[in-house]
């Protein structure tokens, strides 16, 4: 599947970008790359049987882990800023490393890319946590910038030993 050179580059430039300003823990600038019709989601992976794969990762309206949209997000950050988020003060340290970017042109000026990820987190003296997936979004050019408008995160693992979920991904 061949694609423009030139919005492969531009979309990889976003992604690291992006991966800076949750890194930097620029938070209220990550907001302002989510598009306003945001939908953020992260279902759960079950082990099933060879022949009922398709049923590996549940399906929108299941329980998932996240079910967001931009003003969540704005409330998640909120909560950060006042120092009540125990489980955030210190804050983690993350480190996202977006790798294997496939992009499609959908039209409408919007795009589907498809990425592969890391996330490391370390918190206080002894915590480390890696979460491993993809994720496949929907970025959308609005007034010359890409946004977010839709995100899918899809971890490897079934069961997740972190102590929380308190990151972005």
């Given amino acids: 599947m061949a694609v423009n050179q030139d919005l492969w580059f531009e979309i990889n430039e976003f992604m690291i970008y992006e991966a800076s300003l949750l890194d930097d823990r620029k938070f209220h600038d990550w907001l302002d790359i989510l598009a306003d019709d945001l939908f953020y989601f ?9 022949k009922d794969m398709a049923r590996e990762i549940t399906p929108l309206g299941d329980l ?18 006042t120092g009540m988020a125990w489980a955030e003060d210190p804050p983690s340290r ?3 490393i977006v790798s294997n970017l496939k992009v499609e042109e959908l ?15 370390t918190h206080l003296e002894t915590d480390q946590d890696f979460f491993v997936g993809c994720r496949d979004d ?5 007034d010359g910038q890409w946004k977010v408008a839709k995100r899918t995160i899809v971890l490897d693992v079934n069961v997740i030993m972190a102590k929380n979920l308190s990151v972005f991904f």
């Fill in 107 to 121: 039209g409408n000026n919007e795009v589907r890319a498809r990425t592969d990820f890391i996330l490391y987190r």
């Fill in 94 to 96: 993350t480190r996202h």
């Fill in 64 to 81: 998932a882990l996240f079910e967001e949209d931009k003003e969540s997000m704005k409330m998640r950050i909120a909560r950060l800023d």
């Fill in 42 to 50: 992260m279902p759960r992976k079950k082990n099933r049987q060879r």
């Fill in 138 to 142: 929907v970025l959308r050019r609005e």
